[in-house]
């Protein structure tokens, strides 16, 4: 069975940086095409960032440039590196893989199988 773990939230003022980590086991992880969403308190889950088995990568207009997806295959790991963060990026962070993706649905949740448990980030004023 496929299973992703993340790590890598915590609290941080804004203007500062994280690192997120999603370890997939179970699969061929170099097959993926792995994605980040996040979901705020009181809002709906939204798509993050997403890349492929050939590094095709796409951001959500709220990025604006701060983030960067990416992916280790010799450790089966897909990273989200998170710069000059702001409040309204707290969240919690989830990462998801799926095996086949049509690139006009890659940023849709329901297009992804397999989900981690998500892991919680915090950005203070």
């Known amino acids: 069975q496929v299973q992703l773990v993340e790590s890598g939230g915590g609290l941080v003022q804004a203007g500062g940086s994280l690192r997120l980590s999603c370890e997939v086991s179970?699969?061929?992880?170099?097959?993926?095409?792995t994605a980040w969403f996040r979901q705020a308190p009181g809002k709906e889950r939204e798509f993050v960032a997403v890349?492929?088995?050939?590094?095709?990568?796409s951001y959500a207009t709220f990025v604006k440039g701060r983030f960067t997806i990416s992916r280790d295959n010799t450790k089966n790991t897909v990273y989200l590196k998170m710069n000059s963060l702001e409040p309204e990026d707290t969240a919690v962070y989830s990462c998801?893989?799926?095996?086949?993706?049509?690139?006009?649905?890659?940023?849709?949740?329901?297009?992804?199988?397999?989900w981690g448990q998500g892991t919680q980030v915090i950005v203070s004023s």
């Open positions: 998801a893989a799926s095996s086949s993706v049509i690139l006009s649905a890659r940023h849709m949740s329901a297009a992804y199988g397999y």
């Open positions: 179970g699969g061929t992880f170099g097959r993926y095409t």
């Open positions: 890349t492929n088995r050939y590094r095709q990568s």
